[in-house]
T-cell receptor, first 118, second 114 residues
Framework: AQTVTQSQPEMSVQEAETVTLSCTYD???????LFWYKQPPSRQMILVIR??????QNATENRFSVNFQKAAKSFSLKISDSQLGDTAMYFC???????????????FGKGTKLSVKP | EAQVTQNPRYLITVTGKKLTVTCSQN?????MSWYRQDPGLGLRQIYY???????DKGDVPEGYKVSRKEKRNFPLILESPSPNQTSLYFC?????????????FGDGTRLSIL
């Protein structure tokens, strides 16, 4: 069974600085997908970024980027130029890929609560 | 507008009183799923459906039922709710079960069982 671990329950960062949220996972699968979701106080689940395990290049989306280390089973999220609107709970998630494609079930970590301070 | 709609958004009820949380998506998505979110535990999958009339248990199915009689709707049923089912619930969908597309989430339903 797959597991996802987020070891930082809470973090804080000053506005305009950079912060990195960590995520590790355990799987015997060779093909899979990884995601970071953001949950602001409005409690919506918003996709931030995703990474295909077969791609060596790290995914980036504007101020958000990942450091994907497949051998170490690590998938950290870096937020550059932090903004007040980045204050949220962040969840790392895993989705496996089988011979028929990527079966839909997501396995989530327990989350990291990020506070961006002015 | 493409969306996943859950109702109600909030509900306070009592132990043993049957309730249904509805979920509807307007994107003709094949796959739908229910999650519950609890502090310190993240989101855990309750049930999922890979297509009409095809449902299966997730990681925490005890005390819940679902049905998928039509593609757009995937209601979550609590036949005899108990206080340990007090939680924040999310419905999600994606276009095809076997694809790498991300899931679209509803806005959540806050259930309190007294």
């Amino acid at each position: 069974a797959q597991t996802v671990t987020q070891s930082q329950p809470e973090m804080s960062v000053q506005e305009a600085e950079t912060v990195t949220l960590s995520c590790t996972y355990d799987t015997s699968e060779s093909n899979y997908y990884l995601f970071w979701y953001k949950q602001p106080p409005s409690r919506q689940m918003i996709l931030v970024i995703r990474q295909e395990a077969y791609k060596q290049q790290n995914a980036t989306e504007n101020r958000f980027s990942v450091n994907f280390q497949k051998a170490a089973k690590s998938f950290s999220l870096k937020i550059s130029d932090s903004q007040l609107g980045d204050t949220a709970m962040y969840f790392c998630a895993f989705m496996k890929h089988d011979t028929r494609g990527s079966q839909g079930n997501l396995i989530f970590g327990k989350g990291t609560k990020l506070s961006v301070k002015p | 507008e493409a969306q996943v709609t859950q109702n109600p958004r909030y509900l306070i009820t009592v132990t043993g009183k049957k309730l249904t949380v509805t979920c509807s998506q307007n994107m003709n998505h094949e796959y739908m799923s229910w999650y519950r979110q609890d502090p310190g535990l993240g989101l855990r999958q309750i049930y999922y459906s890979m297509n009409v009339e095809v449902t299966d248990k997730g990681d925490v199915p005890e005390g819940y039922k679902v049905s998928r009689k039509e593609k757009r709707n995937f209601p979550l049923i609590l036949e005899s709710p108990s206080p340990n089912q007090t939680s924040l619930y999310f419905c999600a969908s994606k276009r095809q079960t076997y694809s790498n597309q991300p899931q679209h989430f509803g806005d959540g339903t806050r259930l309190s069982i007294l």
